[in-house]
């Protein structure tokens, strides 16, 4: 059960930042892989919308 | 008087980015107002509050950006919305424009072949979405967001059980894997005690003090503030806990918590029990009865679980003492400081910007008062009539919703603190003001610095008053931070604050000076 997250103990961390900026800054810094998601409220913060497009996408 | 609300249309930006700009543009002349944030519900009540809110802003949605000002002339208004642009600008050119953004997590993923950990830190209403689609394509989970409903982190976390995958959230903070520190975390030496937390200063504190006692860290687990309630009863912290038991690196561990339910208790003492290397718990004031019989080695505060830690790692017995200065210093500061106060001194005000070191201080200093009045008090009647107005002795914990309504967390801003530092400044009746300083990644690049500033006034108020404020802290750091221990030690040293070696002690010794006075 275990085993995923022992691998992740072994690893070099490789992240992608979905929100807040200064946390890809940061990690950048520490000389951490990271890559910034080009994150937004989807379907225009509409949240009935957003379900339709993820039933669409399932 | 003139208002101006412009809204910048399907033009995002996350909630800190903004909230420093409106800050900024706030500071300007005759400027009495700015807020510049997302059109979400919750913001437009923010606008409602200061009057700002027009039609247009009402009927704008999330994706769209509401710049309002309140100035003291036209031409006023006019200079900070052309200020909110400059800096918007700025923001958009300045970060990283060669740097490409993936849109969708499938391109990240293309982008970044190997991704083991998502870090996700959207606002709450879509933060389950996000941390789903990233369990699904296989990676772990670190989830600062908060405002997720219970429901959700349940699904998210039996999701993330049935994958193998962590799920250090909602609502956490603090983790440091790989010995890399991640949201806000400190730059701790490696080493082989592992710590599982559900509070993110609480996890900051032992893993500083274990840095400062010469020793390391192999990892740290977030779990987010509620894995360890009745409903979610601990999944997150048992499947850390799991980890660090076959972990080779892990010698030793220390699970961090506020106080769980009686039942949550008893599962994770008999995933323990079944454990060989030694596990010290620290449930900040729970119930010990609950570990008789138990493997489990109690810690009655932060500082006592990361000692027993240490103590355990060099082989060495645990030696409990109150302070780690020498006796007779401590006996000199007390006899020193009782001696300035004037007849109207008598009360404490503590100014915290972590809710567990708050509550490590109050549980410290509640042996020794009549009454500690909060905002988050150990006891109902303990509460504050007016969150705004400090009763007698009183501790705050400023990082609680009720303080950050449309402002930074005083982690990241310190000026909520700073302001009330001035308020307390005026009452003739404050004799200590105890404050915490936390460093590391995600904090402040200065907190101390502008401590420091408002403690020199408040000081300086108080001499002019015939008497004298002792001001007592701590600061939860390391040398690695980018603030630097030590300069940020030195920097309140050199105002005349008491810098005292954990959170623990600084309590500890506010409370030897209280008994002094009464």
Redesign the interface.
């Known amino acids: 059960m275990e085993e995923k997250i022992l691998e992740l103990f072994g690893k070099k961390l490789k992240v992608i930042n979905i929100g807040l900026e200064s946390f890809a800054e940061s990690l950048k810094e520490e000389g951490v892989d990271v890559i910034q998601m080009d994150w937004e409220p989807p379907a225009g913060g509409d949240a009935e919308l957003a379900s339709l497009l993820d039933s669409l996408m399932d | 008087m003139a208002k101006k609300v412009v809204i910048d249309e ?1 033009n ?1 930006y ?4 903004l909230m420093s700009i409106s800050k900024d543009i706030k500071g300007m002349e005759g400027i009495t107002e700015a807020v510049v944030v ?3 519900p919750h913001n437009k009540e923010l606008l409602e509050n200061v009057g700002l809110l027009t039609d247009e802003a009402d009927n704008a ?3 769209d950006m509401v710049i309002a000002v309140e100035a003291d002339s036209d031409d006023l208004a006019e200079e900070a919305l052309a200020g909110v642009e400059e800096a918007l600008e700025a923001k958009a050119s300045g ?1 990283g424009d060669d ?5 969708t ?1 499938d391109s ?2 293309d ?2 072949p ?10 709450g ?2 933060a389950k ?2 941390a789903e689609k ?1 369990l699904n394509k296989g ?2 989970v670190m989830l ?2 908060d405002n997720v409903p219970v429901e959700e982190e349940i699904e998210l976390k039996e999701l993330a059980a049935e ?4 799920l250090m959230g909602p609502d956490c903070g603090t983790a440091v ?2 010995n ?4 806000f975390s400190n ?1 701790v030496s490696e080493g082989n005690i592992g710590l599982v937390a559900a509070s993110g200063t609480g996890a900051q504190e032992v893993s500083t003090i274990i840095d400062k006692s010469g020793l390391g860290v ?2 740290v687990i977030g779990t987010g503030g509620r894995d360890l309630s009745t409903e979610v009863g601990g999944m997150e912290m048992l ?1 850390g806990l ?2 660090l038991a ?2 080779d ?1 892990t010698e030793v561990i220390v699970l961090v918590s506020k106080p769980p339910a009686d039942e949550v208790v008893k599962k994770i003492l008999a995933e323990v029990d079944k454990i060989e290397k030694p596990v010290v718990v620290n449930f900040l004031g729970g119930n010990e009865d609950l570990f008789e019989g138990s493997k489990a080695i109690y810690s009655s505060n932060l500082e006592e679980a990361a000692l027993r830690a240490v103590a355990l790692s060099e082989g060495n017995d645990y030696e409990a003492k109150d302070f780690t200065i020498p006796e007779e210093e401590v006996a000199k500061i007390v006899e020193e400081e009782t001696a300035k106060y004037s007849d109207d001194q008598k009360y404490l005000r503590g100014l915290y910007t972590g809710g567990t070191l708050c509550d490590e201080s109050m549980l410290i200093l509640a042996d020794e008062l009549d009454a500690l009045y909060s905002n988050i008090p150990l006891k109902p009647e303990w509460a504050l009539e007016d969150n705004a107005k400090s009763q007698e002795n009183t501790a705050l914990d400023l990082g609680e919703d009720e303080f950050t309504k449309g402002r930074p967390h005083p982690m990241i801003e310190p000026y909520t603190r700073v302001e009330r530092v001035e308020v307390e400044a005026e009452d003739e009746e404050m004799a200590i003001l105890l404050a915490d300083v936390v460093l590391g ?2 904090s402040h690049e200065d907190p101390a610095g502008e401590l420091a500033e408002s403690i020199k006034d408040a000081k300086a108020k108080a001499e002019e008053r015939g008497g004298h404020l002792t001001t007592i802290v701590s600061v939860c750091g390391t040398d690695n931070d ?1 603030q630097d221990l030590a300069e940020q030690t030195a920097k309140l040293e050199e105002v005349g604050a008491i810098v005292m070696p954990s959170n623990a002690q600084a309590a500890r010794l506010a409370a030897k000076i209280v008994q002094e006075i009464n």
């Open positions: 399907n995002y996350d909630s800190v980015t997302m059109a979400t949605s999330p994706k970060g740097e490409y953004r993936p849109r997590l990240a993923l982008a970044m190997g991704a083991n950990l998502a870090v996700i830190s959207v606002p209403d879509y979405k996000e990233a990676l772990h600062f967001s994958k193998g995958l962590l894997i790989n890399k520190p991640l949201a730059v192999s990892q499947k799991k980890a076959a972990d690196s990644y995600g980018p």
